[in-house]
């Protein structure tokens, strides 16, 4: 594995590859990696010769009395993990390499679709996401690109990102990576103390009250929201922020839940703010681990 720090650097060693004829996978992370990044290595590879991994924590999308300064890091490890799930090249830049000039004058939004879920809580931050990412495209110019399912909302604007501003890259996006219990895999999971690691379990349980009323035959959204939203509310500790029924697509709420529509929860566990989400499927799910059909679908398809 090559570890590269400068983006002038970059540019001439996948150069090279390109000239063999060779396809270029990339993953952005901000790091400390987890089993959830490394599974995002693997669909790299099983669609790109070459695998790019980004560590870099972006400033821009923390806002204020945000977790910047405390945010997780341990890059020697990460290189390490990265290493040995076959990644080729590690970039590893600083702020003053992504953001030479200083605060950045030019920032991607997405009116509408950035403004609810997370964002309605964290505001700033998907703009900052989405320049950062739009930053690493032209960087790294990869073939396909991988994110989580777990960021639903930030999958969803960078797959229209790419559309709208025709960025020459297939998105593709990886399921939800989960603990055997059921709680999704998350940086932030290290800041939980045990019996907070045990509350936080609500989250998966109740996307699978959602997806079990789903199976059960109930497709009015509230009644599906509603379901999650109990689960939730019947553990101490848990701290909802928002539970909602969305298009995978649009963001939007349909009237009525279909295959392919996911079950979106943040809230917070003590002082860590968790996320998750669930896309419905036909089955009896008891914890979910799997895309529905329109999400798995989408993989690979540039939009």
């Known amino acids: 594995m090559i570890r590269i720090e400068t983006s002038a650097e970059l540019r001439e060693v996948l150069g090279r590859f390109r ?42 999308q923390f806002g204020e009395g945000e977790d910047l300064d405390r945010y997780p890091r341990d890059l020697e490890r990460d290189a390490s993990l990265a290493a040995g799930r076959d990644v080729d090249i590690l970039f590893t830049p600083d702020a003053g390499e992504i953001y030479p000039h200083g605060p950045v004058a030019v920032r991607v ?124 509310d019947a553990v101490p500790g848990v701290e909802v922020q928002y539970v909602e029924l969305v298009d995978t697509q649009t963001l939007d709420t349909p009237a009525q839940a279909r295959v392919g529509d996911a079950v979106a929860v943040a809230a917070f566990v003590g002082a860590t703010r968790l996320i998750d989400n669930h896309v419905l499927d036909h089955s009896d799910n008891q914890v979910p681990w799997h895309d529905g059909d329109r999400a798995a679908g989408q993989s690979r398809e540039p939009s």
């Open 109 to 232: 939004r997405a009116p509408g679709l950035e403004d609810r879920l997370c964002g309605a809580f964290r505001p700033g931050h998907f703009e900052g996401v989405l320049t950062v990412v739009a930053k690493l495209f032209n960087i790294v110019r990869p073939d396909v690109a991988v994110f989580g399912q777990k960021d639903l909302q930030q999958a969803a604007l960078i797959r229209r990102m790419a559309q709208d501003l025709n960025f020459p890259v297939a998105i593709e996006i990886a399921p939800v990576v989960r603990e055997p219990d059921g709680l999704a895999l998350s940086s932030r999971n290290v800041y939980l103390s045990p019996a907070e690691r045990a509350s936080a379990l609500a989250l998966s349980r109740a996307l699978a009250a959602a997806q079990a009323a789903f199976a059960a035959g109930q497709v009015e959204a509230g009644a599906v929201v509603a379901a999650a939203r109990a689960t939730l």
């Open 19 to 60: 000239a063999d004829g060779r396809t270029i996978g990339f993953v952005p992370t901000m790091g400390y990696l987890h089993e959830g990044h490394l599974a995002l290595c693997d669909a790299a590879n099983a669609a790109a010769d070459v695998v790019v991994m980004s560590i870099f924590v972006n400033p821009l």
